[in-house]
């Protein structure tokens, strides 16, 4: 091809913003301009990806719009910005130039991603130089966000850095044509990250290294032992999931209770063999960013009873490092367990561990073994969580790997602003005119090391994002560890004092927020959960809100109950019954299963407890409400995990789910008194539990019907947002969505952003950015209770 020259040349200088970097994106724009012969050259900075590109004013259209329609497997492309620019005939082909570290902006980092089929394939050919190796990846997949330490992304500012390239991956790496030119976590065996197994004291194993340690480590975890294996985001604790006694140990040892433990199979196939998963439950398993997805267990299933007693789901997520893979073995390797358990390497109320001194010792008595390697992790990241509903979307329980910190797009701007969420299931959000990124998930802020975890959180959002927040927004709880962090943060910002947000407000505002909706019209907020400081300083939890994003009126809630003894009430749902049934006005007799489970002692302090309201705040919480009728039930009286009795409960109305569509009333003013006194007759009518608790549920969604109704002739609203942890409950969401759509209401449900505590932090945000001006103290009421 003639190169044009100067008179019938054009260039252009391109910035292309989105999730752009550390996705192979200037490889990409190298190989579109060479096969269009242009010239010129393509950098990261700051705010994206600059181009300046010289040639044909028809092949430069030609790039431009392959920029835009044809970007690399993972990236994003939100704006191309095209400047003309004078031609300079001076390039003599199309290079990459080194990062413009000083330039303003900010850009986007991809998540980690899952292994991709090229690189499985060269790990498993022993003709590959890179066959086995543990930490094999290039531009489509690998780590990214838990690797790098600043932006612009280049492997100066990653863990990479102190891993020099070898000759030969310096030559892929310069290669336009190969899969990891300018790959910045590329390795191989010679110069890349070591793997090591550091076995505990007394486990009568040696240590060993590289594949001598994985080959260890599988006889480990087929003799039945535990292993703490080091990942992408932080170390999971593993065994045999098809081992009883391997099983029950870990979970002693963790302290864990009966919360279920999520699997690892070690592939689609062995992930069929143990639960029930549709197109689009494969999908999301197979999909980059392996989340754990919650399914179905087929009857019969061999694995250990103790993998998820009581619940209705298996949390089930399929291989997304070379290191997972490499444990269940390649072809020819000794056999070793297809199942494993992966949980989270750390004490129950602990951060992840991630630091591999600290494993040694955080992790100690709880491992057998360490499999661990000698590249660090720059951040945290847990695994994240979802289920699939019947309409094939996704509900994303726990945002986090996969997913952070790519950002969401918000429906109006915010000013640069940190909110922290609040103290269970903790995740902090950062946001600036229309973005806001979500940090990893944290977990729950009852120590200072989590509460360490939360301070590191920032920082690394902050260097990632660039954005410096100019407020912080916290939940109104006085007693919050996190809005005690809240206070001491916004001392050293212009404003200067936390913006509290109400719980409920919070929630509402998040599922506004993430389907879009500008605020200009409010919504029915249906905010169901089990704990939220009310204005009146009561538990909320049970509420129906009008809210926009400046404000919100209480139009209803679940009549409310004593909750005897605070947290102790919780842990103890038949003490939460025998509230419940006090206030409702019905005995106590010793045949209901919730009577029967308490001891003399706690009878005694009850009968004198409640009508005396000593030790006992008022809760209109739906959450308990469910642990009241779960217990009543005779599911579960005693809960060693938060929701334990909620979720016992739903497994349980799962199984007749098909065969019963009665529902059971409620009173004037949400009032569940006649919910209860039926559930009473039903037992003594030898009514199967299955039955009693699906009736429930229906009677629960029945409601959230009869009470959007009335907002709907009060207001005029048609627009119902469904919120809160309550909403996690495939059966309630999806009967009270189904009954609301047959009734004419738009229903807005979470996706992407948790119903739970988990996605806080971004309605706090939305809230606080929307003029809430800042106060003193959380008691002060922003809405009020109208009925």
Known sequence: MTAPTTATAVRRRITVRGTVQGVGFRPHVHRLAAGLALTGFVSNTADGVLIEVEGTAV?????????????PPLATVTAVGVEEVPVTGADPGFTIRATEQSSPGRTQLPPDTATCADCLRELADPADRRHGHPFITCTHCGPRFTIATGMPYDRAVTTMSGFPMCAGCAREYEAPADRRFHAQPVACPDCGPRLRLVPAADSGVSAARDGDALSRARELLAAGRIVAVKGIGGYHLACDATNARAVDTLRTRKARGDKPFAVMCADLDGADRIAVAGPAEQAALTSPRRPIVLLRPRAGVRLAPGVCPGSPHLGVMLPYTPVHTLLFGLPGDPPGPRVLVMTSGNRSGEPIV????EALTRLFGLADAWL???????????????RVRAD???????????YVPRPLRLPVPVRPALAVGGDLKNALCVGEGDLAWFGPHIGDMGDLATLEAAVRAERHLHRLTGVRPELVAADRHPGYHASAWA???????PVPKPVFVQHHHAHVAAAMA???LDGTTPVIGVAFDGTGYGDDGTVWGGEVLVADYTGYRRLAHLAPAPLPGGDAGVANPCRMALARLWAAGLPWDADLPSVAACSREELRLLARQLPSQVGCVATSSMGRLFDAVSSLAGVCHRAGYEAQAALELEAQACLAWGEDTAAYPFGDRFDPAPTLRAIVTDLRRGTPVPVIAARFHRGVARAVLELCRAARRATGLTTVALTGGVFANALLEQAGSDLLHGHGFTVVRHREVPPNDGGLALGQLMVAAHGQPPHDGPHTAVGDETE
């Open 392 to 402: 094939g979307t996704e509900q994303v329980l726990r945002r986090s790997r996969g």
């Open 514 to 516: 993430e389907a879009g």
């Open 59 to 71: 092949g430069v259209e030609r790039f431009r719009e392959l920029l835009a329609t044809e970007p």
């Open 372 to 386: 661990a390697h000698d590249r660090p992790i720059a951040s945290p990241c847990d695994d994240s969580l979802l």
């Open 354 to 357: 991630t630091d591999d001194d």
């Open 487 to 493: 206070r001491r943060r916004a001392a050293r910002l």
